[in-house]
């Protein structure tokens, strides 16, 4: 089933880590109408710049969410969010394309190394109303996960 255009349900709710603990991860009523909403307004317009958009995590449920360690705020369990990567650019190149491109609500380059851009993921999250258009960094700093503002200029 269709989600968008491209995007399937299938694909938005994946997680490995939901099949090996047998938990399920099917979104509510609402939860599947921010996804659609996510894949309209961030998901969509990216894979027309940049052709296909792997999805490694969009919805979560609760408890797939607490399973994975995720934040107990987190939208992924909202369907507000996805962590996304494109193979032909790096994630940099495609954090900075999405945020002087489109309206959104957090923007997170996790875990880029400068010196393999292909390394980590970016996150962002649309709401369907009010968007903060928040940029973050986020690092490992002495096994923790530190954020900062702002996108790298290299």
């Known amino acids: 089933m269709l989600a968008s255009e491209h995007f399937t349900y299938a694909e938005l709710t994946r997680s490995q880590a939901a099949t090996r603990a047998s938990l399920p991860n099917q979104p509510s009523r609402l939860a599947r109408t921010a996804l659609e ?65 489109l309206d959104f609500d957090q923007l997170i380059l996790e875990f880029y190394n400068e010196n393999d851009p292909r390394a980590g993921w970016v996150h962002v999250s649309y709401r369907a109303k009010g968007n903060r258009n928040e940029s973050l960094v986020a690092r490992s700093v002495n096994g923790k996960t530190a954020y ?3 996108l790298p200029i290299a």
């Open 37 to 101: 909403t996510l894949c309209n307004y961030i998901l969509e317009p990216v894979r027309a710049n940049f052709g296909p958009v792997h999805v490694s995590s969009g919805y979560r449920s609760p408890a797939v969410n607490a399973l994975i360690g995720g934040s107990s705020s987190s939208q992924h369990m909202k369907g507000e969010a996805a962590d996304i990567e494109c193979a032909i650019v790096s994630n940099l190149v495609l954090a900075k394309w999405i945020r002087d491109t």
């Open 148 to 150: 900062s503002k702002g």
